[in-house]
């Protein structure tokens, strides 16, 4: 069964930092280009990053430029965001994805990161 | 950037009802465009991509079509289970960053 599990979610004050997990199973991991998508509360969802298959490539949304930071082990079969400058804003349920052919076709359950102090 | 703009914002309807979500992009971005649905408390969904090819096991009821700037997904016959929330999304080639729409909430009348 093809699957993705995020954890590392959590509450952090402002400013703090986080590093999000998220596992995958099921398929072969290191043949597809991996997101992160997050969704704040009562919200839509914003696209966060995106890395290439071998980490060669990386994309952020403007607003977590300088901030995070998208990474992968292919040998582990996991994908990582490392979130430091944590903000309000940021707080949000974040969910990583499988991209296939530039659509996002296997989604995660979701780790819930709260920002506040 | 190119902003991508859904309407209605949310939307009613009766069970058997035709049902049609519109999608505006910025600029023109070809037959680049996905949409999602998610349901409450659930996990997003893809239903369509490049525009209108189903994804694999989305009910026949579900279309898409466009290209360029407008896009539109459509229920043919609406259903209780089709309650949720529906996304546009647009996606590039290099580089590749993505932008979704704000949300369509749809609601059985």
């Known amino acids: 069964e093809v699957q993705l599990v995020e954890s590392g979610g959590g509450l952090v004050q402002p400013g703090g930092s986080l590093r999000l997990s998220c596992a995958a199973s099921?398929?072969?991991?290191?043949?597809?280009?991996m997101s992160w998508v997050r969704q704040a509360p009562g919200k839509g969802l914003e696209w966060v990053a995106n890395?290439?298959?071998?980490?060669?490539?990386?994309y952020y949304v403007d607003s977590v430029k300088g901030r995070f930071t998208i990474s992968r082990d292919n040998a582990k079969n996991s994908l990582y965001l490392q979130m430091n400058s944590l903000r309000a804003e940021d707080t949000a349920v974040y969910y990583c994805a499988r991209v296939s052919s530039s659509r996002m076709d296997v989604w995660g359950q979701g780790t819930t990161v709260t920002v506040s102090s | 950037d190119i902003q991508m703009t859904q309407s209605p914002s949310s939307l009613s309807a009766s069970v058997g009802d035709r049902v049609t979500i519109t999608c505006r992009a910025s600029q023109g971005i070809s037959n680049y465009l996905a949409w999602y649905q998610q349901k409450p408390g659930k996990v997003p969904k893809l239903l369509i991509y490049a525009a209108s090819t189903l994804q694999s096991g989305v009910p026949s009821r579900f279309s898409g079509s466009g290209s360029g700037t407008d896009f539109t997904l459509t229920i043919s016959s609406l259903q209780p289970e089709d309650v949720a929330t529906y996304y546009c999304?647009?996606?590039?080639?290099?580089?590749?960053?993505?932008?979704f729409g704000q949300g369509t909430k749809l609601e059985i009348k």
């Open positions: 099921g398929f072969t991991f290191s043949s597809y280009w």
């Open positions: 999304q647009k996606y590039n080639s290099a580089p590749y960053m993505y932008t």
């Open positions: 890395i290439k298959q071998d980490g060669s490539e990386k």
